[in-house]
């Protein structure tokens, strides 16, 4: 079954077109004909494998296909396609569809990791790791002193903190040491730290309004147990990078194809203050597709700051911002631009799914413009409610205490009860079952027919006699009664609205349905519906 539904996936070039050249695995004998033109079963396979969900049941006939079809047809002969509700709908579905298939061939495709890789971006990032700590002075001039006075002493991390405990001259603050990779070092640190040997210090360099010398505790060479650990770590940092340098590269090509042009005089007046005067009206971003202007730059800026909450106050801060805005607002648009031109809908793995989704829009369209009336009045809601009154009550709620167990134990917790015991007392001290506690509200239609007729005799603080219900020997203390009541209109009158309408929507299709069954000429190969049964599809 699997083999021919994918099969069948594979045709959908042909599939919910009508086409009746296509030579399919069904033959040429068509599943249903409407109007000359002929569907098949492959047709029918298609539509159902999107049309399908969890709560939908199989399709007893090919009538909801036939329906399905028949709504269509009559969309395209409307050219309801052409409605710009239809065409902004089409776009929206295809935007994050096409996006994800555009990375796909122009990021992820290209994107080849071999061990190699992975091996020398380990030797490269990840070794050797150092335990570094810091030797914080005053100044440069104590730092250096220090360091002559140690030149050529292999110095540990017990006899350096043993000197900061004594404060010698020149005296240092130790900062306790940290493991450090070749890709967490800071830039600045990295070429003291190269080649560098436990005990050895490293520098003068700043420290803050200070000065510092490295201190190497201890270093741990690459080896193939660390390097097992963090593959992943490498793996997916390597991705992140070609994902990265991709992605600039592209949109460095679609900046070419579109003829974008950043005017940077204007970006350089531009002020992302509030309440600041700015040239709105002047074009900032010029491409083939559109124009960005000052006001509408503004306008996107200030949503990001009013979520972030950060607008630097200074004028180099404020020119960063400006440029990674508009940056990010030209690589948005480029890639969205060129994911739909490249019209992925138009092949695999794609087609289908659009080709569905566009013919269901279609069906969505004509039925909300299906002749008839949607308007619900007061007074049909008002009727409506009155013939569904029990649909509306609370259900009648019994508050006691139920105890079920073998006869002879109850007719005991019974007695101990009548002689002056709480009978949810008397009950687990016997070890009865408590079947129902006391405080707890159930619906009366939630007891057996037994127990409500018991229940029925019963006055509020009454205690039944043992009685046998579905093989145990129950007793029933009744302790509070609610009769049931309808819920107030006002309370459910959006409820009945919205099956009035649902009821006249329905009404509303099928009348149309009906209409265009009454105009059309509709053939069914019942045995190709056999078939398509026999082979559970």
């Not at 050219?79 to 994800?100: G, W």
Request: with cysteine; proline share 5%.
């Amino acid at each position: 079954m699997r083999t021919i539904a994918i099969a069948c996936l594979l045709c959908t070039l042909y599939c919910l077109t009508g086409d009746n050249t296509a030579v399919l695995a069904w033959g040429k004998k068509p599943l249903a004909t409407i109007d000359g033109q002929e569907y098949f079963a492959d047709d029918y396979i298609t539509w159902w494998t999107y049309w399908r969900d969890s709560e939908k049941q199989k399709p007893e006939g090919a009538q909801p296909f036939i329906d399905w079809m028949l709504m269509v047809r009559e969309a395209e002969r409307m050219d309801l396609a052409s409605l710009p509700e239809f065409k902004h709908k089409i776009k929206v579905f295809l935007a994050a569809r096409t996006l994800m298939l555009l990375k796909n061939e122009e990021i992820d495709s290209k994107i080849k990791l071999t061990d190699a890789d992975i091996k020398r971006a380990y030797d490269l990032d990840y070794a050797p790791r150092r335990l570094v700590g810091a030797l914080e002075f005053p100044t440069t001039e104590e730092a250096t002193k220090f360091t002559e006075q140690h030149s050529g002493k292999a110095l540990s991390l017990e006899q350096l903190q043993l000197m900061a405990d004594e404060k010698p001259q020149p005296s240092f603050v130790l900062q306790q040491p940290q493991w450090l990779r070749p890709i967490n070092t800071p830039a600045a640190w990295r070429p003291l730290l190269d080649q560098s040997l436990a005990g050895e210090l490293r520098g003068p360099l700043p420290f803050g309004e200070k000065t510092a010398m490295l201190y190497v505790a201890e270093t741990k060479a690459a080896d193939d147990e660390d390097f097992a650990k963090k593959k992943e770590t490498i793996k997916t940092d390597l991705r992140k990078r070609g994902e990265q340098r991709l992605t600039e590269a592209l949109v460095q090509a679609l900046k070419t194809k579109y003829h974008v042009k950043l005017n940077e005089e204007v970006l350089e007046k531009i002020n992302l203050s509030k309440d600041s005067a700015n040239e709105l009206n002047q074009v900032l971003i010029e491409s083939d597709r559109s124009t960005v202007t000052v006001g509408y730059f503004l306008e996107q800026s200030r949503r990001e700051t009013d979520i972030t909450h950060r607008l630097p106050a200074d004028r180099a801060g404020q020119t960063m911002m400006k440029r990674r805005l508009a940056n990010t607002m030209i690589a948005n648009s480029l890639i969205s631009w060129e994911a739909l031109d490249r019209h992925y809908e138009e092949r695999e793995p794609l087609l289908p799914t659009y080709q569905f989704y566009r013919q269901n829009r279609l069906v969505a369209e004509i039925e909300n413009r299906a002749p008839g009336d949607m308007q619900v009045s007061e007074a049909e809601i008002k009727t409506y409610y009155q013939t569904h009154l029990e649909e509306f009550k609370r259900p009648e709620m019994i508050t006691g205490i139920m105890v079920e167990g073998n006869e002879p134990l109850i007719r005991k917790v019974w007695a101990e009860s009548i002689s002056g015991a709480e009978l949810s007392k008397a009950a687990k001290d016997s070890g009865a079952t408590i079947a129902v506690p006391p405080g707890v509200e159930v619906p009366l239609a939630h007891f057996s027919a037994t127990a409500q007729e018991v229940l029925s005799s019963l006055k509020t603080g009454d205690m039944s006699q043992p009685f046998l219900d579905n093989g145990h020997s129950v007793v029933i203390k009744l302790n509070d009664r609610k009769a049931g009541a309808a819920a107030p209109l006002e309370r459910v009158s959006n409820l009945i609205r919205g099956r009035i309408e649902a009821e006249k929507k329905a009404k509303r299709k099928q009348d149309l349905l009906d209409a265009l069954k009454s105009r059309s000429t509709i053939i069914v190969n019942e045995d190709v519906w056999k078939k398509l049964v026999a082979e559970d599809l």
